[in-house]
């Protein structure tokens, strides 16, 4: 079966497969500085639900250019091209070249304009082949969540990074969430001990992306409702927690998953009300049961609740707790509990400090990269702002020569509980140990530090 894989998929090396250390050509990403770029130029592979935000915001960067977009259909290239121009008040974005001629002009595009990095925001099934392809043509790859699906693809875009040192980097925007870097500032000055478990989700109600039928997020995604089953979208409520934890950074990383699915109901019964009896969502089996719970343990023995629902109508929720032996903090809403009570506010941990009785905490904690960008972040918008600063520290990093605030490695990470999900589902149960992509340098990989 190996000597099989390794025919069928020669880019997969065997050090990669066998966790065995990095080929001698191959650059460890972890902390990884690129040289300094005056100017970013940026091409963006789709321009639909997500890209279009994304080139907007970029364009409204200093420092950067937008030189080529590309997608399927040549409205949303007009449309996100005109964005960007406006954007730049017409001194910049003045050349952007359009490519809309079919499935393979990305390809085109990165041959002729040569960016230095890449957006890349399509469906799921297109991120580790697009970015593999950015990065051996020469460009940072920045990819839309999840990473890649398989942990083949996974490895690939690890191999790739680390022999071309192009930066691949999944844009996990909840990380600059004003709540999830508040916990984290938090976490890092030890105001709820030492962490023990984490609680992490993406409850989020998308059924009626389902009449997105021909184009669209519904007519690529629902595919993978009726197919796969397990915790299809896990890295938004992940990501933060996982960062709060130091996980592949130097204290502890994750182990293993186990997995379950409820029944699936809820798509099945949507096409049923809301298409007709011939319609092919209602020629679907849909498999993927409608919530997915998981738990991760760590090598230090931590816990982490991950839960996926896209289709159960209930509110929304990322969960975005983080408990340590002097208190716990937790989202949905933003709430505080210490052992000894909140100062100001509650007068032991019986009681949550939410709401105005935060006013203390946020003075106290507020994370420096919020306070010099919040303001800014909020009025460009973008998910509350968490867009934009997310893209304008990509742009800031690359112009400075610094590493970038996620790397690959975490990126793989967080996107592994999908395909280890589907597998633990698909055998009742049964623990799936994560791969270690970064071959054991995280021991040695410095935590993310609260950036000024």
Request: charged share 25%; hydrophobic share 35%.
């Amino acid at each position: 079966m190996v000597g099989a894989g390794i025919t069928l998929a020669p880019t997969i090396t065997q050090a990669s497969l066998f966790g065995d250390p990095r080929p001698s050509y191959a650059t460890y990403m972890g902390g990884f500085s690129a040289p300094k770029l005056d100017k970013v130029r940026f091409a963006f592979i789709g321009v639909g639900a997500r890209g279009s935000g994304h080139a907007k915001q970029i364009a409204a960067i200093e420092g950067t250019e937008v030189v080529a977009i590309c997608d399927l259909y040549e409205d949303l290239a007009k449309r996100s091209a005109d964005a960007c121009r406006e954007q730049g008040k017409g001194e910049r974005h003045k050349k952007i070249k359009m490519y809309t001629g079919g499935e393979d002009d990305w390809k085109k595009m990165l041959k002729e304009q040569k960016p230095d990095a890449v957006i890349i925001a399509t469906p799921w099934r297109l991120h580790a082949p697009m970015a593999i392809g950015a990065m051996n043509a020469g460009a940072h790859a920045f990819v839309e969540v999840p990473l890649a699906l398989t942990i083949e693809e996974m490895w690939q875009l690890v191999d790739t990074s680390e022999k071309t040192r192009k930066h691949c980097m999944m844009m996990e925007n909840v990380n600059y969430g004003r709540e999830e870097l508040l916990y984290l500032n938090m976490c890092r000055q030890g105001v709820i001990g030492e962490l023990l478990h984490g609680e992490a989700a993406y409850i989020h109600e998308l059924r009626g992306q389902m009449n997105e039928v021909e184009r669209g997020t519904g007519s690529w995604r629902t595919y993978h409702y009726a197919r796969r089953n397990g915790n299809l979208y896990p890295t938004h409520g992940l990501g933060p927690v996982a960062q709060y934890m130091n996980i592949a950074r130097g204290e502890d990383n994750f182990k293993f998953i186990n997995s379950f699915s409820s029944p699936a109901k809820g798509r099945q019964l949507y096409a049923e009300k809301n298409f007709p009896a011939n319609h092919q969502w209602n020629q679907l089996d849909f498999k993927g049961g409608d919530i997915n719970t998981s738990i991760i343990k760590t090598t230090m023995g931590r816990t982490v609740m991950v839960q996926w629902d896209e289709t159960s109508p209930r509110p929304y929720s990322r969960h975005n707790l983080i408990q340590g032996t002097k208190g716990t903090l937790a989202g949905f809403p933003t709430r505080v509990a210490l052992e000894g009570g909140v100062e100001g506010a509650t007068e032991n941990h019986h009681e949550w400090a939410e709401g105005e009785k935060l006013a203390q905490v946020y003075e106290k904690y507020e994370h420096p990269l919020y306070k010099r960008l919040g303001q800014l972040a909020v009025k460009m918008g973008g998910h509350g702002g968490m867009d934009f600063m997310m893209l304008y520290r990509i742009v800031e990093c690359l112009r400075n020569g610094e590493p970038l605030d996620q790397n690959l490695y975490e990126g793989c990470l967080w996107s592994a509980v999908g395909p280890l999900s589907e597998a633990s589902v698909a055998a009742n149960g049964a623990p799936q140990e994560f791969p270690d992509f970064t071959r054991g340098a995280w021991k040695d990989t410095e935590a993310l530090a609260i950036v000024q």
